[in-house]
Each structure stands twice: as C-alpha cells, then as structure tokens.
C-alpha cells in the first residue's frame, strides 16, 4: 500500500503545518500545500516509484492534496465568519443572509473536504494490490539499519505506521473540527478546548495500544476519558444551558476522533 502510505503522510505532514484548531492566525491557509505536495513529489524517487502509471498516480495524489487543504480551510473559514454574523455582504444589507450565505458555502466545502478524504482512501486501498512495492534508496537505507526487529518489518509497512501516527495529530483535529462544525456544535466557542491537544495524544495512545494488539487497553483509555471529563463538562456549562448541550459536543468530537484512530489503526495493521 504504498500509494496511500505516501498519501496520507504527506497529508499528515500537511495539517501540521496548518496556522492552527481555527484556520486562522498569521500563517496563511494555503500552507498545508507548500508543505503536502513537496512530501508527495519527493517520495516517489526515494520509494523507486517510477514510469508513467506511478507518474499518474502521483497527479492524483497530489490533485487529492490540494483539495483538501483548500476546501477543508475554506469550511471553516466560512463557518467562523458566519458564526460572527458576517462581514456586511455587498449584496446583502441583513447580516443574517450573509451568514446564511457563509453557511452555505461552508457546507458546501465540507462536503468537499469529505468527499477528498473518501475518494483518497478508496481509490488508493483499491490500488494497493497493483503499485509497487517500496523500494529506492530509502528500501536501501532500510535495510542498511542493521536492526533485527525493523529489519523484519516491511518499509511498506512501517511508512504507513509512521503516516498513521502522523495524521492523528493534525488531520484528526481537522476532520474532528469538520464533523463538529457541520452539526453546528462551534456555535458557542471557548467550550472544551482542551481537547485540541488531548485528542491528538489520545489518538496516537489508542492507534499505538491497537498496533501492540492491546486493544483491552485502548477500550479502558477511551472508558477513563468519559470518567474524567464529567466534572469538566458540568463546568462548561453556561448560564441557562443545559447539561446534554456540552455532553452533545463533547461525545460528537469523542467518536469522531476514536473513528479516526481505529480506522486507522485498521490500515496499518
């Protein structure tokens, strides 16, 4: 598997570059681009991916890349300013429409964003019985290691490990923003933030219990964080809100990031 191995290394590689859990800051949103495809294009000569099939599908690879870091960053963008109400449309005096309008286009860059993330992984796992295996200079300095346990794992292998682990801390956010974004749980910001460093490390904790083959373990560590958030959640809560409110957002982002992680988890066993 290489194709999606690379994949989804450079889109993990990618999101890490993103200006931050809001797409905003001094960073500017096409960055996850500058970074992504330059992780894509320089993989294939160091795997020995090389003729005109492997060249094509490198152009979807890359083609997939940019999608997602535009639309991805474009759904929450249009989120956020529709969130603010909007920035006084030309076309529309009301305020209201504009956010309407912004929603809109979010939705419509979800969908987007979604539909790069399943195409990618469907169209890439079909392949993986027809590309190459890895290989080149860095099947070569692989197994110049002089490691037994490594020397035993395929590069194959062990590139989507390192890919897996990879996208669990910055894809994960940003699909886990999306799902939450599209139920419109981020209508009331400042609530669990936490969770943008927490997920990641939760995420990373479970695939890498899973690869060990504990998944008793990683079962107790998603039991444990239901625990220990409870007194968090009560704290949330704001003035007449309801306690299912904040427990709403919390479990949406909850299965959406353990998802992530076991489907992931699944790619690399």
Known sequence: MT?????????????????GAELGGRRPS????????????????????????HLLALLGIVLLLVVWARSSAAAVSSGLRARDHGDGDDRAHDPSAAAAALLRSAGRHRL??????LVGLVALFALAGV???????????????????LGRVPLDRALMVLAVMLAQIGTGNVVVRLVLDAAGAHSQPGVLRGGRWLGPMERVFVVGLALAGQATAA?????????????????QRGPGQRIDVVTEYFLLGSFTSWLVALGCALLAL
């Open 30 to 53: 096409w960055l996850p681009v500058l970074v992504s495809v330059p992780v894509a294009v320089l993989s294939w000569p160091l795997l020995g991916q090389r003729g005109g099939w």
């Open 219 to 235: 079962s107790v560590v998603i039991a444990a964080k239901g625990i220990l958030r409870f007194p968090e959640l009560q704290d």
């Open 112 to 117: 987007v964003a979604g539909a790069s993330l």
């Open 131 to 149: 590309d190459a295996a890895a290989g080149g200079p860095l099947a070569r300095w692989w197994g110049s290691l002089g490691l037994p346990r």
């Open 3 to 19: 194709y999606l191995a690379v994949w989804l290394l450079a889109l993990g590689a990618g999101d890490l570059a993103r200006p």
